[in-house]
């Protein structure tokens, strides 16, 4: 066990979890430790193979995010890197791992409540069936929101059947193996449990099911305290079957005087259980996209939407033109984009999206775009917009090149309701055309520049000849550890803005949108700059267009800085840096039932409550580097309103905040806070803008989907405003029909019903995502809400029986003595098959660092040819079919005292995951 484990155990440990199996809340440890606990393990071995395959040492300076981040992704490159995405990724994982509590709380399959083995076995196997799919089409988001739920399910297995009470302390591994048969169950006529009066007995198992091994589980009634005869109950305040004999319960969730054993048998069992999943998974899609899904991974990602009419040319060459620049210059580093993000629109067609990790075909697809096309009318922006945003993974910052006005404006609520849930950022260059009558109308670029301020960006409007100079701002945003200081969007008038540069940040650059202003900035030691002054005493300042960009020299004094600006015009005034001390947050509610929690909101906060958010600040050492002195909601325009959060302790890094009294109108959140490596106070500000409504819509995607079929979703509106006809519209990114009511009627107060449907194509692949927006508005306008949500389309898998290996010869003339290894060789052979399967997709070597060769996949068997010195005595195989089951061969020449392997004749080899623990008679 790494160190980096140990720090993290014992984090946990210290946590002293008095409470397992329930969702996250109050400090107490649950589902989250044991998920966090299995997830930084395999994060963890994953790193050290990929780090040892490529020859560098796999060492993390300590157990936060960023570090694990940073040595994982090798400790060579130069940069800084932030671990917001994996801290933000495990956060996702943990969220919906607790839904499961909320949106499935009365279904038995879902917790393996009420023996329903079959059926909660069936929504493991779908889910990572998803999974899989999903992360072959890199919708990483996708996948880890069902792994979170598959995790739920899986882990209360070991809590809420009679596994851990029949002995065992390995996971059951047929759980996760579709192929291998639920065996020994016990049928609804058996009894199970003896009654237990106090509802305080060690074990209720009757001794003939301990003794014939037979598999139950607890009853688990919410509404009902109905159970078939002599079966055991889940047992606990809200489960009414416990009352009835016999009563008491069998479920494990709670560590108790009477249970503690059985407890930590549970607990045990399921973080081994989950390590097993996620090893299914990340040996069938391999290191890279593992480690992809989990967020780990330069968080630079460079995202263009191009407008490609006619008159673009000049602007797609400046696109060209810096891409070129970000790829070539950040080569290397921390800071070289993990992913290029390119979407094209014309009128009327937009589209496809490309994305890709590879730098030279992003450059080959930019430099085929041409400018063709497009009449004398407004392009499709806002659904290229759409892409991209539905596309990229979240808090990406997403650049829009136009020259005309957006045709497809309907767009605009999706489009925000989008940016509201990815906190993508999306800046405008709008660039005006050459010919009079098609230059912009003022209103348009109005469109835009709500459209930047909602998301945090800027709407930058520059002449064509001008445009090169103005894409040094995307440079900027390309880099794996950016941070907004300070964000504000003002009226005509003069105003001064305080802001707190701490000595972590690097690279602080000054945005100001506008016309007709004039600005002094002064440092905390009184030196000032005026704008006049390109380059004077606190950094150089560049003028194109609408864009003013102050750069402050590398050795800025830390502190507190401010900027006073007069202008006759509205302006944005934005301030940012990089620093790995940042922070996430989500909006979130609290839910109640038998394992409370806390789920994300899809869509604005409530109006008539106080707003709650989930907020965890990451140091640069981890949560524990930074004290937090304030956290706040602060109106973006107009005069500024802060409101003071209070904050409450969640243990494993997260805070709970909770805002009594929200600013009306457009807010974002504001942080202030000490370093405490360096003890210097630091600000940090979200970028997009959040407000509140007086809408409410619930709904909850159940399911994946099969292509061709038709998804029903369920969903409900309530509003505490007024009464009345509400619109409902709702648009997926992947343009499948649906169908909808387009109008509700609402009463105050009272939830309304309603069902989608939408219906993927025949031919839409496996593994694809549908990012679903649901907007639901008063027949006024003035209330609103909107619900993002994402649906996976996966065929429907038959085939579950993994590819598999049987050793054909091993030739191994090593010397007895280990430490004589060095000239000599061993040698494996082996035979692949996916008999009446869908083929075998990939092999590779998994462990031991010989020479590894394979014939052609497409054969219908696949030979493997291995040799190595016999220094390195194991090696490990798997292939993966298409249906990405894995298969695994593994053999040791390493001799054990009893049999040296010169004289085993068994091929000591193990094909496919051992099933090691198989109920029997
Ligand atoms: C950031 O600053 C460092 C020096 O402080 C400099 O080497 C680097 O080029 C800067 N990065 C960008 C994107 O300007
Ligand atoms: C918010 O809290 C900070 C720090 O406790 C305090 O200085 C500030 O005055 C408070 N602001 C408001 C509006 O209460
Ligand atoms: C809407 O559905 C919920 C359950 O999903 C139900 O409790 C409620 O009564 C329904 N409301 C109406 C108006 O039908
Ligand atoms: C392995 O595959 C080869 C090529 O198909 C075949 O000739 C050989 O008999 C196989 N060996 C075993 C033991 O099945
Ligand atoms: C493949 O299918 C055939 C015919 O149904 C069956 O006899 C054989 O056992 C199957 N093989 C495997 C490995 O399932
Ligand atoms: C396998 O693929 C190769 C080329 O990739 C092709 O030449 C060969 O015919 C294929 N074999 C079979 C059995 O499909
Ligand atoms: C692996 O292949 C290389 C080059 O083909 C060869 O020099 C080396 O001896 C091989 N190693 C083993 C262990 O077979």
Known sequence: MTSLLVAVLLTWTLMSPALA???????????????????????????????????????????????????????????????????????????????????????????FNSEAFLEGRGLITEGVVAIKANIQKENFKAARETLGRVLHTLQDFYSHSNWVELGYTEPYVNLIRPDLPLENLADVNTPTCSDCANRKCPNQILPNILNEKKLTSGYMGIFSSQKPKGKCSHGGESDLTSTKVPRGGISKDERRSDNKEFHDAAVNAAVAASLQLLEDIRLAVGNHDFLRMMGIARSSVVCFVIDTTGSMSDDIEAARSIMYKIIDS?????????????????????????????????????????????????????????????????????????????????LKDTIIALMRSTKSTVSFFVTARSRRRRSLASSSFGDYNDLALASGGQAIQVSKSQLPQATDIILDTSTSALVTVLQRAAVAGQETFPFALDESLKNITIYITGTSLTFTLTNPAGVTQTDTEASGKLGTINTVGNLRRIRLYADKQSGTWQINIKSSQPYTLKVTGQSTITFIYDFVEKFAGPHSGYAVLSGRPRADQPATLMLSVIGRKGPTSTTIQEVGLVTMSGPEVVTNGTMTDMGNGEILVTVAAVPEGEFVLILKGTDTLSNSEFQRQSTTQMSVSKVNIQAAVESSVEPGETFKLPFSVMTQGEGGIYTISARNDRNFPMSYPNTLSLLSGEYANATLTITPTADTESGTDVTLTIDAKSSSGVDSNYAVLRLSVVNKITDFIPPKCEVTTVVANCPHDVSKCGPFQWELSANFTDENGTGIQSI???????????????????????????????????????????????????????????????????????????VRH
């Open 330 to 410: 950040k080569k290397g580093t921390q800071d070289e984009p993990s992913e290029y993000i390119l979407v094209p629109f014309n009128d009327p067609e937009f589209g496809p999206m490309i994305r890709t990790t590879d730098a030279d075909k992003i450059k080959r697809e930019i430099s085929k775009l041409k400018a063709t096309g497009g009449g004398d009318t407004p392009e499709m922006c806002l659904s290229g917009l759409q892409l991209a945003l539905t596309g990229a993974p979240s808090s990406s910052n997403i650049y829009v090149f136009t020259d005309a006005t957006a045709k497809d404006i309907a």
């Open 21 to 111: 199996f329930v969702p996250v809340g109050g400090g107490t440890s649950t589902h989250v430790s044991i998920t966090g606990t299995a997830l930084l393990q395999k994060v963890a071995e994953t790193c050290r193979a990929v780090a040892d395959a490529a020859g560098h040492e796999f060492k993390p300076t300590g157990s936060s995010p960023g570090e694990l981040v940073q040595a994982c992704l090798g400790p060579t490159a130069p940069g800084d890197v932030s671990g917001a995405k994996f801290h933000a990724a495990l956060q996702e994982i943990y969220t919906q791992n607790g839904l499961v509590d909320r949106d499935f709380v009365n279904s038995p399959p879902h917790h």
């Open 844 to 918: 590779s070597l998994i462990q031991g660092n010989g020479n590894f060769t394979h014939t052609a996949l497409n054969a219908s068997i696949v030979q493997a040819y291995y040799s190595a010195s016999c220094c390195s005595q194991i090696v490990e195989i798997v292939a993966v079919d298409k249906a990405g089951n894995v298969g695994k061969c593994y053999h040791s020449i390493i001799r054990s005292h009893s049999f040296p392997v010169t004289t085993l004749s068994l091929p000591l080899w193990l094909c496919l995951l051992a099933s090691m623990f198989v």
